[in-house]
């Protein structure tokens, strides 16, 4: 585990804290206590991992993926809660930013990696019942879909 892991690390596990209180002080409107049980369990066990994992698995790399594991619920979302986190993430200094991802990628007119497009699979559906995003946003989402999953068959 090099220094750095463990400095990101640590920051991570610092936003992990947040996302539990966050969800204990604001629970989402729909969930009962135990989706909240549910939420602190895996987000006790994803901060757990990041020191406990097989050594090979602690790199930046693949905190990389730990970091959006916890942001994307608060990157998609709104409400008390969310708003909680992301002033206590300011608060504490950790450096995270609240994006917006769908504008980046509409605006860069493709998906660019895997996260991205699970992203996009996960937000399409609500954010257009939600009146997030338009139809035709709705549209050219579900085309840079297409694009992606066309290339990564082409790729194989």
């Known amino acids: 585990m ?3 892991y463990k ?3 640590s920051r991570l596990g610092k936003a992990i804290d947040i996302a539990i ?4 002080k604001y629970p989402p409107k729909d969930f009962e206590q ?3 049980d549910h939420w602190i ?8 991992e990041l020191f406990e994992c097989e050594p090979k698995y602690q790199n930046l790399a693949t905190l990389k993926y730990s970091v959006n594991n916890v942001l994307t619920y608060f990157q998609e979302a709104y409400g008390e809660g969310v708003e909680f986190f992301w002033q206590q ?5 950790l450096g995270y930013k609240r994006e917006n991802k769908l504008a980046k990628i509409l605006k860069r007119n493709r998906i660019k ?10 937000v399409i559906v609500p954010y257009q019942q939600e009146n997030i995003i338009t139809s035709e946003e709705a ?4 085309d840079l879909l297409l694009k992606f999953e066309e290339k990564a068959i082409n790729l194989k």
């Open 34 to 36: 135990k989706h909240i």
């Open 139 to 142: 549209n050219i989402l579900s």
């Open 113 to 122: 990696d895997d996260m991205e497009y699970d992203f996009i699979i996960d």
């Open 41 to 48: 369990k895996v987000h006790q066990e994803w901060k757990r």
């Open 21 to 24: 209180e966050a969800t204990e």
């Open 7 to 9: 400095q990101e690390a």
């Open 89 to 93: 993430i300011a608060k504490q200094g």
């Open 2 to 4: 090099t220094e750095r």
